[in-house]
């Protein structure tokens, strides 16, 4: 289950996608977000989920890895339909048992919520697929930058996120060492039921904690040899600069999102 988790992976190429400014892609995130949560109708969501098509295809990220960031949330994507069928009111009841009642309205919402989930997943993991750690952090900071004036540590921010970013995978690369080293000594990790198997990855906790201190304190370690004293009076190898292709990929997602609203007004 550890190696199907890809979030915070950075996938080097020459896309379009990985080509649009850093910056840029931050905010169309965030419109891909809110486009995501105003979606209502079946033409909305299959507007959202063809423009995923077209991202992904373009980034020639293999498709497989998008399988694989999703089957790590398989079971919160199943248990999260199940409940939304079963204990969503509605007036068209097709089922009822005991307690249990399923309802058109109720199949209907658990659909659009599982869509909203996988779209969200797929196209915020795409942020990290295509941009590079070290342009995560310096697009955060630009982005951010007006906050300086209220003296707040925007570059400190902006580096402990694309840090925390880049840990994820170095996290699970060491849990996955563990967990083998600790089933050559006999540990069992999916035997059982539910319960037990959450109980087996207790003795993860600890061994799992020292390393991540310990890669801490050598990061910090290296930072301090580099004479790193935060953001002030730092100059930047590569200056960010926007070009023609970004404000086009901006006005193009500004657009979508305003036809799923507008999909969602006329409920088509």
């Known amino acids: 289950m550890l190696k199907n988790i890809t979030l915070g992976q950075y996938f080097p190429g020459n896309s379009l996608i990985h080509r649009i400014d850093a910056r840029f892609k931050l905010i169309l995130t965030a419109l891909f977000i809110a486009m995501v949560f105003c979606a209502k109708t079946p033409a909305g969501y299959g507007l959202i989920a063809a423009f995923l098509i077209f991202v992904v295809a373009d980034s020639r990220i293999p498709p497989r890895l998008i399988l694989k960031s999703l089957r790590s949330i398989l079971i919160f994507i199943v248990f999260t339909a199940v409940l ?3 204990f969503t009111k ?9 307690f249990l009642t399923v309802s058109r309205e109720g199949i209907v919402f658990a659909v659009s919520m599982v869509l909203r989930i996988v779209f969200l997943i797929v196209g915020t993991s795409m942020l990290t697929y295509t941009t ?3 342009l995560l952090t310096d697009a955060i ?7 300086k004036k209220l003296r707040f540590p925007v570059h400190e921010l902006a580096m402990m996120m694309s840090i925390a970013l880049r840990f994820i995978p170095t996290l699970i690369e060491e849990t996955d060492k563990i967990m083998s080293a600790q089933k050559s000594r006999g540990a069992d990790f999916e035997s059982g039921n539910l319960f037990r198997r959450v109980k087996s990855f207790i003795p993860l ?7 991540a201190f310990r890669r801490a304190d050598e990061l910090a370690t290296a930072m301090e040899s580099r004479c790193y004293r935060g953001g002030d009076g730092r100059t930047r190898y590569r200056v960010m600069r926007s070009a023609a292709r970004d404000w086009v990929a901006l006005g193009a997602a500004a657009a979508l999102t ?3 609203v507008v999909l969602r007004i006329f409920g088509l």
């Open 84 to 86: 939304n069928v079963f």
């Open 90 to 98: 509605g007036e068209t009841v097709l089922f009822s048992w005991r």
């Open 132 to 134: 590079s750690p070290i």
């Open 141 to 147: 900071e630009a982005l951010f930058s007006p906050l």
């Open 205 to 211: 906790l600890i061994p799992l904690f020292v390393s």
């Open 258 to 260: 305003a036809g799923v």
